[in-house]
Every structure is written in C-alpha cells, then in structure tokens.
C-alpha cells in the first residue's frame, strides 16, 4: 500500500456539528500532518505529529483537535467551527530520514 | 522566516510551447520538492532535488537545483493539456521542521 487516504471526500457540516475527518496509511511513515488549503493559496501547515506525539501545533484555533490513536491512523475532530474554516483539508505524511511528504487526495469541508 | 517566491504566478500557453517556473529564496535549503496539484485533489510528488547544481529529467519536464541550494527551476518541453494545474515548490530542511511552499503556479496548457 504505497499511499495516504482520506476519507470522507467532501463533507458538509453546520456550524453546530461535530464530525471527524480521517487519514490512514499503510507505509511506516511516523510523521504525520495536517494542512489546510484555501482556493488558489499553498497548503497551510495545522499540525505535525511524529511517533504519535504531537510536536507541532500552528496555532490552531482549539475548534480543531488532532489525534494520533496509532501510527497508521490520524484524525482531525471538528467542533463549532465558522463558514470561514470552508477548505480542502490535507493530510500527508513522510518517511522516516527523507524529506518529501506524500499527500492524502483531501477533504473538501464545507461549513454553513 | 524562509520565503520561496514562486514565478509566475498564472500561466496560459498554447500546447506545443515551452515554459519554465522559477522559485527563489534568500534561504539555504537542504532540499526543495516540486508539487503539481489537480483542483480538489491533493499534491502530487514530481521530484525531490538535494545537491547544489542537481538537474532532474522526469520525461519532458527537467527541474534544477540552484548550485547554492536557495532557488529551483522546473521546465517543461513541448507543452499538452494534461500538464494543466497547480505547481508548488517546497523547500525542506532538517526533521520535521515544517515545508516552506511557494505560492504556486497554475499553468494552463490550451489544445
């Protein structure tokens, strides 16, 4: 299994709402991140987690709660967020001594 | 704060044509990732250039590693449609420090 998956696709939440969006791989990759992409901006960095610790936190707003439950899995719990956080949300991860990052296809969020 | 300033920022350009992305910095990195990105996907990995001076050929595309390590360059021969989308370059640094991205360059390659 050579990639990162995301699920779900697209997800269309109220501002009320609480869901989860998954990320999953199957590499041995032990860092871990999320990314947040506005339309036609580079991906913005919202955490990095490494061996299942969370050791960047980009000043996320605390609406947004990543985990790490194990070394194949990431998740991004969503709460209470704004029409504002509407993006494509990407997970990517990286082997272990190399630099490049392998991205997930994303999570198109819509929030009304 | 490393920057990657990433040139042009739209392309439009008639298939057959060349053109050639540029992405500089006033920062030293110690390797530097070229992205191409599909609307609603996620980025895709075209290569990763490390050494000073290093050219990479992935079929029509050749991208270069500046001998200082501080920009890149990605060229493309003989443009098609298919090379339409998003081009990100990012540079890296030491463990898990985080990529700095360019701002991209959406190319758009018209039959």
């Known amino acids: 299994d050579t990639e990162v998956t995301q699920t779900p696709k697209h997800l269309v939440m109220g501002m009320t709402n609480k869901k989860s969006l998954k990320c999953e791989q199957h590499?041995?990759?032990?860092?871990m991140y999320w990314y947040k992409q506005k339309a036609k901006k580079p991906p913005e960095l919202m955490f990095v987690y490494s061996y299942e610790k969370l050791s960047i936190n980009e000043s996320v707003p605390s609406r947004f709660s990543p985990e790490c439950p194990n070394s194949s899995l990431l998740n991004l719990h969503l709460h209470a967020l704004q029409p504002e956080d509407s993006a494509l949300y990407l997970c990517a991860s990286r082997p272990e001594g190399l630099r490049e990052q392998f991205f997930g296809p994303g999570t198109r969020l819509t929030v009304l | 704060t490393q920057l990657l300033e990433q040139s042009p920022q739209f392309l439009s350009i008639q298939e057959g044509e060349n053109l050639t992305v540029y992405c500089n910095s006033s920062s030293v990195f110690s390797s530097l990732q070229w992205y191409r990105q599909e609307p609603g996907e996620g980025p895709v990995l075209l290569v990763t250039?490390?050494?000073?001076?290093e050219v990479k050929k992935l079929k029509r595309l050749t991208f270069q590693f500046g001998d200082a390590r501080k920009d890149s360059s990605l060229h493309i021969t003989a443009a098609q449609p298919g090379d339409t989308g998003l081009y990100l370059c990012?540079?890296?640094?030491?463990?898990?420090?985080?990529?700095?991205f360019g701002k991209g360059t959406r190319l758009s390659v018209i039959a």
């Open positions: 990012a540079g890296a640094n030491s463990g898990n420090t985080p990529l700095v």
């Open positions: 250039v490390v050494t000073g001076g």
């Open positions: 590499m041995g990759h032990r860092a």
